[in-house]
T-cell receptor
Framework: DAGVIQSPRHEVTEMGQEVTLRCKPI?????LFWYRQTMMRGLELLIYFNNNVPIDDSGMPEDRFSAKMPNASFSTLKIQPSEPRDSAVYFC????????????FGPGTRLLVL | AQSVSQHNHHVILSEAASLELGCNYSYGGTVNLFWYVQYPGQHLQLLLKYFSGDPLVKGIKGFEAEFIKSKFSFNLRKPSVQWSDTAEYFCAVHSGGGADGLTFGKGTHLIIQP
């Protein structure tokens, strides 16, 4: 298996622009997690889905952030409008629904908002 | 809510030195515990995990960790480090009965000097 796939790997954008991050979980996994990594706050869970349904989005920082999972093999995290403080590495992870403690991480998207 | 505390943000050691990275968590119930490693420019990889049973857990690359329930600790150890162990190390907790996401510590940046 190719593992969790994220795109793009790097994104540089200007403040106010819309940013869309993409994630393809491991085939057969039915839980998907979005994390954000910053120097100040470390790794934080933003939102997670079970069977394509958002379960807990309490970690999403504000309304500018939204996430969707239209099918079992694809999820997006959108920031609109983006701000410099959104600069971070965004990780996607997936797992089987019955074993959420065993998560496999993607390579991350390094986002820089100027 | 659970939290994870890693005592050392930066550690510098010489090759062949022994390593111990501290990790404490706060959660009163059953927990699953993890150590992840992030090599420069790479994504998170699982080093080892504890679910139950023998509190001394052995992982990849010669790492081990000991779960001490009375101290709420899960310290990572390696008897003799190598230059290639230079990386960021994250301790993480999954509570099992609550939200499915992992709660991470802020990480310890380990630098091994040749």
């Amino acid at each position: 298996d190719a593992g969790v796939i994220q795109s793009p790997r790097h994104e540089v954008t200007e403040m106010g622009q819309e940013v869309t991050l993409r994630c393809k979980p491991i085939s057969g996994h039915n839980s998907l997690f979005w994390y954000r990594q910053t120097m100040m706050r470390g790794l934080e869970l933003l939102i997670y889905f079970n069977n394509n349904v958002p379960i807990d989005d309490s970690g999403m920082p504000e309304d500018r952030f939204s996430a969707k999972m239209p099918n079992a093999s694809f999820s997006t995290l959108k920031i609109q409008p983006s701000e410099p403080r959104d600069s971070a590495v965004y990780f996607c992870a997936s797992s089987f629904l019955g074993t959420p403690e065993t998560q496999y991480f993607g390579p991350g998207t390094r986002l820089l908002v100027l | 809510a659970q939290s994870v505390s890693q005592h050392n943000h930066h550690v510098i050691l010489s090759e062949a030195a022994s390593l111990e990275l501290g990790c404490n968590y706060s959660y009163g119930g059953t927990v699953n515990l993890f150590w992840y490693v992030q090599y420069p420019g790479q994504h998170l990889q699982l080093l080892l995990k504890y679910f139950s049973g023998d509190p001394l857990v052995k992982g990849i690359k010669g790492f081990e960790a000991e779960f001490i329930k009375s101290k709420f600790s899960f310290n990572l150890r390696k008897p003799s480090v190598q230059w290639s162990d230079t990386a960021e190390y994250f301790c993480a907790v999954h509570s099992g009965g609550g939200a499915d996401g992992l709660t991470f510590g802020k990480g310890t940046h380990l630098i091994i000097q040749p």
